[in-house]
């Protein structure tokens, strides 16, 4: 092989070291941009929602619902009932207060579900999530009611982290009350495996978890929340921002992180 044809060869795998590097570089940079654009859409939506909330006070949210108040199982009882997620003696406590109507919601939860579940399987967070009725009560409807019930029922069924994210994931628009009809939930229920059972259509169709979804409201509306969703870490809000750090997933690791230093991760299931 001449020393020419050499060269030439070797500055061809060179140029094609040099594009491939670049591709690199552009899918990370793409990666980049598609998660600062969730988190900006989260920013964005959720000063919206914040206005509709503090304009929100005498409307029938559909907290007002007679019957007993049947708490799912496993949740959390007392002033902020919440269905709890991951180890129970994890260090930390992620608290999300959400609407499934609200597009913010929908938004946060997808760009953040993912880093939510890896903290919650390291054991080093553990969430508490609790359900408004919010949109319900600004635009009419029952969709919000509607599937926090259903997600309770699917608490009740082990499969609620699914089901909860199956509904955001299936989120209507926030005009579309598609939540407020039981059969649009069931059907959706048929996505996470072994959830469409006749205890969970009953539990649905019943409305079992109603009032306790209205307790769980009241909460809302008596706190200082200015709208959904508030999220707060260890008792300190962290949406949008922790201090002068604005909150990605990136972000919300290392805040975790810095909160668990020196303590030990959960280990511990929870029962029921």
Not at 54 to 71: E, F, I, Q, R, T
Not at 187 to 200: H, N, R
Request: proline content about 6%.
């Amino acid at each position: 092989m001449s020393q020419k044809n050499s060269d030439g060869k070797g500055s061809a795998r060179e140029r094609l070291q040099q594009q491939r590097e670049r591709e690199k570089a552009r899918e990370k940079q793409r990666r980049v941009l598609i998660v600062s654009a969730a988190v900006v859409g989260v920013l964005g939506l959720a000063a919206v929602v914040g206005v509709i909330a503090a304009n929100s006070g005498d409307k029938d949210s559909g907290s007002d619902k007679a019957g007993p108040v049947v708490a799912p199982t496993g949740a959390t009882e007392g002033d902020k009932p919440a269905i709890p997620t991951g180890k129970t003696d994890a260090p930390s406590t992620l608290a999300i207060w959400e609407d499934f109507r609200c597009p913010a919601c929908a938004s946060f939860e997808n760009a953040f579900r993912d880093t939510i579940h890896e903290l919650e399987a390291s054991g080093a967070l553990k969430t508490e999530y609790h359900l408004a009725t919010l949109i319900d009560g600004n635009m009419g409807g029952s969709g919000s009611l509607r599937a926090a019930n259903a997600a309770a029922c699917a608490q009740d069924a082990g499969k609620f982290t699914a089901y909860h994210d199956v509904l955001y994931i299936n989120q209507p628009p926030e005009t579309d009350d598609a939540f407020g009809r039981n059969d649009k939930l069931i059907e959706l229920a048929a996505k996470v495996p072994g959830l469409d059972t006749p205890a969970f259509r009953s539990c649905v169709e019943d409305g079992t978890h109603d009032s306790w979804v209205g307790k769980s409201n009241d909460a809302f509306r008596s706190s200082d929340f200015r709208g959904t969703p508030s999220v707060l870490l260890n008792g300190e809000s962290i949406f949008p921002n922790k201090g002068d750090e604005q909150i990605s997933p990136d972000n919300l690791k290392k805040w975790v992180a810095e909160a668990n230093k020196g303590k030990t991760p959960g280990t511990a299931s929870p029962t029921g």
